[in-house]
């Protein structure tokens, strides 16, 4: 399994699994990124960080931290 920011533009993936703990695994899981949800990667800033995706209808963006803790396929 990769990390969501292995993925280039374009990709889309699925969550296998989400890792960390606590408020930031809640906070995630909040956003809607849960096991088995599909996400679309529309844009990557130039530094890396942010990365815009599509899950569930809308548009958000992650940290690379945040997309580091997501186990994708």
Partial sequence: ???LKDFKVG???KVVK???QGAV??????M???KG???YIRK???LGDPIE?????YELSLRKADAEILDVE
């Fill in 11 to 13: 990709s889309t993936v």
């Fill in 53 to 57: 995706i599509t899950v569930r209808g």
């Fill in 37 to 39: 949800t599909e996400l």
């Fill in 44 to 46: 990557v800033a130039p």
């Fill in 18 to 20: 989400v890792n960390g």
């Fill in 25 to 30: 695994k809640r906070r995630i899981m909040d």
């Fill in 32 to 34: 809607g990124i849960t």
């Fill in 1 to 3: 399994m990769s990390s």
